[in-house]
């Protein structure tokens, strides 16, 4: 039989207005929790971000948490780990992957309470280096899932590929971007996609993992919670009832268990988003951080002078305001690092203005209480000078990315 495995991811920018936020939730969230409900074989993996976690609190729409939570509850939904407020965990610093991937757990283990038990870990947009490792294991994770580009040996469907980290194995499981983007542009229908799954493996027991944004149910696709996953669970379920199944949805976790440990492996860079073509011309992260992207290296350079002066505010801040401004600046740094911003600065084909600089404003203000910081406390004077000094290139990089975003044309 087929095993099947799927996952959805639930995330929104912390930038995200409200009435976004309340489509969202009724064109998406709740159909596909009414779903799930009422199909007894759903098996889902769900990656909650934390900072839609509480978006959703804050916004009134707790509703979707807590049906979240009866689902795990029911035991058709498990949940994974990421970092709260999604940022491209290979590109920023260790310290700051680590504090990501354990905010996240503590929102959410606030809100779902036992319910949130993952065993899984899902890097926001499947953005995945080596470098990301240590902090994944450390934080108690069993496996991560990576985009199927990453993939650097024959395709696996009977075997759980591993990684080494920290003198132990993580296992690895790989997207099937091909089926993933076929649900995800409704390119195929039930009876077609289960009819395919079918083929896998050749007749021996074999799996498939699928995973894909949440708000491509509904949102993205008018009805498609209902016209593709609940039409296709009811046709597993009636194939399960005649006697005659094969495909069974099982939870990502549950393929550990199903199928043996294969091949030692160290998957490409890369993400869900990511070509051959790119691969090819070592762009791992083409939508967050592509060489010749203009907008994109002033984007990151900003952030390294944010990384810079919130460092050294932490450090000096002795006195009570300066540690209220530091710590304000190092709080503000989690939801500023987030990846809409580099995404909507892309041109493939997406660009927004309002977006990235929505997003640049996070940052901005990050850098100015940092500086406040570091200015008001007992550092010495040639602590202070360097951070006047870190903070007026900070400033150069700013109004050079304004002038870029001013003279700039849509693609």
Request: glycine residues 8%.
């Amino acid at each position: 039989m087929i095993a099947w495995a799927l996952l959805l991811h639930f995330y929104q920018p912390p930038t995200q207005t409200h009435d976004v936020l309340v489509k969202v939730a009724e064109e998406s969230y709740r159909p596909l929790i009414a779903v799930l409900r009422a199909h007894e074989n759903a098996r889902v993996a769900v990656n909650l971000q934390g900072v839609l976690t509480e978006l959703l609190l804050e916004h009134g729409l707790g509703d979707v948490v807590g049906g979240l939570r009866e689902l795990a509850e029911m035991g058709r939904v498990e949940f994974v780990g990421s970092g709260k407020f999604h940022p491209i965990l290979p590109l920023i610093p260790e310290a700051e992957r680590k504090r990501q991937i354990a905010e996240n757990a503590r929102t959410n283990r606030a809100a779902l309470g036992r319910a949130w038990n993952p065993r899984g870990f899902f890097p926001p947009e499947m953005c995945y280096s080596r470098d990301i490792l240590g902090a994944v294991h450390a934080a108690g994770h069993e496996w991560l899932i990576v985009s199927g580009v990453a993939c650097p040996v024959e395709w696996p469907v009977d075997v759980v590929c591993r990684v080494p980290v920290n003198g132990a194995q993580l296992r690895v499981l790989f997207r099937d971007d091909i089926r993933s983007n076929r649900i995800s542009f409704k390119e195929t229908n039930p009876e077609g996609f289960l009819d395919d799954l079918g083929r896998v493996g050749e007749g021996k027991d074999a799996y498939v993992v699928t995973a894909m944004d949440a708000e491509t149910y509904g949102h993205h696709i008018r009805d498609w919670e209902r016209e593709f996953l609940g039409a296709t669970l009811s046709l597993l379920a009636g194939e399960a009832a005649a006697g005659s199944p094969r495909v069974g949805m099982v939870f990502p976790s549950e393929l550990m268990e199903l199928f043996p440990d294969g091949p030692v492996v160290e998957p490409h860079a890369s993400s869900w988003s990511t070509s051959l073509d790119d691969l090819a011309a070592h762009n791992p992260f083409p939508l967050w951080k592509a060489p010749g992207n203009r907008v994109h290296e002033l984007q990151w350079e900003y952030v390294d002078h944010c990384l810079d002066l919130v460092a050294v505010a932490r450090r000096y801040a002795t006195t009570p305001e300066a540690k209220e401004f530091a710590g304000a600046a190092y709080e503000r740094l989690g939801p500023a690092l987030h990846s809409c911003q580099f995404w909507w600065a892309s041109r493939r084909p997406m660009w927004s203005i309002p977006m990235i600089y929505r997003g640049f404003l996070l940052l901005n203000q990050v850098a100015t209480y940092a500086a406040h910081a570091v200015a008001i406390g007992e550092a010495s004077e040639p602590v202070k000078r360097e951070a006047r000094w870190r903070l007026a290139a900070a400033n150069e990089t700013r109004l050079e990315l304004e002038r870029e975003l001013i003279g700039s044309r849509a693609p």
